[in-house]
Structures are given as C-alpha cells and as structure tokens.
C-alpha cells in the first residue's frame, strides 16, 4: 500500500447521510484519483486530481464530491444523492513525471450504506 | 468508447506451471500498459508495466506487448499458490490522464 493511507477500513452510515472517506499520501505524488470497485467489476473512476486546487470528474461523478486544499490530501465527499453508495472505495496516486500513470493504491475503505 | 477486456475466469493452473494472462483493448493509440494484482478484500499493486512493443520479463513475471494487434499478456513462471489472486489489466493513453482497467482474470493456483 506505499505511502497512501485511507480510513477508515469499514465505514456504516444510514441511507441519507453525507459521509467523508479520507486519502492521505506522503509520497510526493502531484496526482490523485478516487475510484469505486463493485464485486466482480473493474475500477470505475470517480474523480481524480493532477494539482492542488484542480480536480476532474471521472466515469461517474455524480453523488459525489472532492476537495484538493493539499497536494497530500484528497478527501472524497459521498453525498446523499448517490443512489448506490454501498462499495469498495480506492484512492490512488502518481508522480506527475515520465511514468505519470503508474497508479498505486491506499488499502481502500469499504462503505455500507443502509 | 474504450474498453479493456479480460477473462472473468476462473483459470485454473497446477502449481510450477506457466499461467498466461491475457487482455486485450479497443483504443489504438494506447500508450501504456499496466498490470495489476488483486487479493480478495484488499486493494491493487502494481506488479508490471510495459510502454514498448515486445517482451518485459522481471523475476518469474514477462509482460508481453502487441500493439498491431492490441494485446497485452501477463505470464507468470513457476506458479505459486500465492499468485492466486485477481489480475487487472490497465492500459491509458499518455494524452490522457485516465487509466481504463478491465475487470480481471481470477487465478487459482493448484496446489
């Protein structure tokens, strides 16, 4: 898991609540992602982010949000508009050099909603 | 639409075979490949990446690169019931900042 934190591990909230994952890394990455692993899916991007103060949507933003205030940090917001939150959350960085898309991830927290 | 494909699986190997991984990808001018591997609840690792047609070989791991014919496979010698895990192929194009992974091959080890 490198230098890329995520807590918690497991997180439950009631269906209608905003809940807040965090990714921390100390790795120097200047560019961070957020994605959402369903059982038996790939890794669908939710939004990611090449510098401080900038972030894109990915594949399926919506329901969700982000803040990029640090280079270190990139919290990712799921708000109650996301109709199927339940899932594996992946936070991922790289270094914005020559081999900017080699992706390593944090441990992943694993959200229930209910 | 750029999709990357791979086998659900499972594929079943006996131990100290050679297991190959395949995947293939629709967008042309993909750039870089990656391969990834995943254990049951935890997260991705980043096992191999390959940016050039041909072979890439580290320890019992060879990469192997066709971009006329837009495969990238995954061999792994001498396997061991520790490579039983989910292997994700993940292929972007350097214009874009996206990685686009498939949805795995499941391994199994036969001890």
């Known amino acids: 898991d490198g230098g890329i934190t995520q807590s918690p591990k497991y997180l439950f909230r009631k269906e209608g609540q905003n809940v807040t994952l965090s990714c921390e890394q100390n790795l120097n990455h200047d560019a961070m992602y957020w994605y959402r692993q369903d059982p038996g899916q790939g890794l669908r991007l939710i939004y990611y982010?090449?510098?401080?103060?900038?972030?894109q949507k990915g594949d399926i933003a919506e329901g969700y949000s982000v803040s990029r205030e640090k280079k270190e940090s990139f919290p990712l917001t799921v708000t109650s508009a996301q109709k199927n939150p339940t899932a594996f959350y992946l936070c991922?960085?790289?270094?914005?050099?020559?081999?900017?898309?080699?992706?390593?991830f944090g441990p992943g927290t694993r959200l229930t909603v209910t | 639409q750029k999709e990357v494909e791979q086998n659900s699986g499972p594929l079943s190997v006996p131990e100290g075979a050679i297991a190959s991984l395949n995947c293939t990808y629709s967008?042309?001018?993909?750039?870089?490949f990656f391969w990834y591997r995943q254990y049951s609840g935890k997260s991705p690792e980043l096992i191999m990446s390959?940016?050039?047609?041909g072979d890439k070989e580290d320890g019992r791991f060879t990469a192997q690169l066709n971009k006329a014919s837009q495969y990238v496979s995954l061999l792994i010698r001498d396997s061991q019931p520790s490579d039983s895990a989910t292997y994700l192929c993940?292929?972007?194009?350097?214009?874009?900042?996206?990685?686009?992974f498939g949805k795995g091959t499941r391994l199994h080890i036969l001890p």
């Open positions: 993940a292929v972007t194009m350097n214009r874009d900042d996206k990685i686009i």
């Open positions: 991922a960085s790289s270094i914005d050099e020559e081999r900017a898309y080699e992706q390593y």
């Open positions: 967008d042309r001018v993909s750039q870089s």
């Open positions: 982010s090449q510098i401080v103060n900038d972030f």
């Open positions: 390959i940016y050039s047609n």
